[in-house]
């Protein structure tokens, strides 16, 4: 029976055990990223120091003029028993860190000028293949060759770090870009808003718990959204304002985590959509893996998305079919991959990837995750 207008029923691909076999492909995609032979090579050992830099500066930009405001306003107070200053600063550095999340939004900014991240995900899909195919079938490695030989629709313009120029110019020639920055202006632009609704005391309660209802109906479904509202009533603010803007923070890295992905058979943005949303819960999951990663290391920041962009390319073959070889039957195949198939959904939630090493060290302990039939 249909459900009534405005009533939902929970998503097909969302659930906890969907959640939770994401973090696991993220932990098991880390581990046997650390086994491909890029890592080992000296242009990669060349450019790891770069990369720990990269995160080192953004960081020292991010905390530098903060820590020089904390210094002013202990110096104001000091001299003037005053402590609206502090408040101030200190209400500053929980915006940009724990409101706007700003590192997570630079390093994933940095997807569209730098080489290295498509890197990562090419060569270790192309491993992934090596691994998967027999002697015979090397000449047609199931993802690896035919995403190398599908350009991205907008090669990257301009070096890294980019500088404003370059900056203006890819907003101005880039589509794939301008989205990048339409959405992640509208995240930043709500979080700042559910800010100020949490530090309104009753509409604020009223006003936060309308807006996770909004987010999480179609998910999880209206009955459960309700009560999500209700329990938002009496949860403190600082922890709806924590769930909200993490859970908008993962969905868009998960999102510019497969762009080298989606660039390449290319998905128009509300096919991408589609896409993520039939397969959600795992994505949710293995982004929420590598975001709070980031947010708790963030002078690791560039690192850890290089890394998370290796285990992303593990992840996709677990969620796609392979692209076909001929290009002209990509249509075909993109209409194909809108929904997840229920057979390999299940498959997924039962934890048959962990059955098969796939040529790689087995990860201690993976037996543990199966689920067994009786």
Request: glycine share 4%; hydrophobic share 45%.
């Amino acid at each position: 029976m249909a459900s009534p207008i405005f009533v939902s029923n929970p998503r097909a691909g969302y659930s906890l055990k969907a959640f939770l076999r994401g973090i696991q492909l993220a932990i098991l995609g880390t581990y046997r990223l650390s086994q491909s032979p890029r890592w080992k090579t000296a242009k990669y050992l060349a450019h790891f120091p770069q990369t720990l830099l990269y995160s080192i500066v953004v960081q020292l930009c991010l905390c530098c003029p903060i820590f020089g405001l904390k210094v002013l306003a202990y110096a104001v107070s000091y001299r003037t028993e005053s402590k609206y200053l502090e408040v101030f600063v200190y209400g500053l550095q929980y915006v940009v860190f724990d409101v706007l999340h700003l590192p997570i939004v630079i390093v994933s900014a940095a997807l569209y000028f730098s080489w290295f991240p498509d890197e990562s995900f090419m060569a270790t899909i192309k491993h992934y293949d090596e691994l998967n195919s027999s002697a015979s079938e090397m000449a047609l490695l199931l993802y690896s060759t035919t995403l190398a030989l599908l350009e991205q629709q907008e090669p990257k313009i301009g070096g890294f770090p980019p500088t404003f120029a370059s900056i203006q110019h890819k907003y101005k020639n880039s589509q794939i870009f301008l989205e990048f920055a339409q959405r992640i202006s509208a995240t930043l632009i709500l979080n700042l808003l559910l800010f100020t609704a949490h530090k309104v005391p009753i509409v604020g309660s009223i006003a936060m718990g309308l807006i996770a209802f909004q987010s999480f109906n179609e998910i999880i479904g209206t009955d459960r959204a309700v009560v999500l509202f209700l329990c938002i009533q009496a949860f403190p603010h600082d922890t709806t304002l924590s769930i909200m803007t993490y859970y908008w923070g993962c969905k868009d890295l998960m999102h510019d985590l497969l762009m080298p992905f989606f660039s390449r058979v290319k998905l128009s943005n509300r096919e991408r959509q589609q896409w993520m949303k039939s397969r959600g819960g795992p994505l949710l999951g293995f982004a929420m893996f590598f975001f709070l990663l980031i947010n708790r290391l963030p002078w690791m920041s560039f690192v850890i998305y290089d890394i998370a962009s290796g285990a992303m390319a593990y992840f996709l073959t677990k969620l796609s079919d392979p692209p076909p070889t001929q290009t002209n039957r990509l249509i075909d195949w993109n209409v194909s991959q809108m929904l997840w198939s229920k057979e390999k959904e299940q498959s997924f939630l039962l934890g048959q990837f962990a059955l098969v090493d796939e040529g790689y060290a087995s990860f201690p302990g993976s037996s543990l995750f199966i689920v067994h039939h009786h």
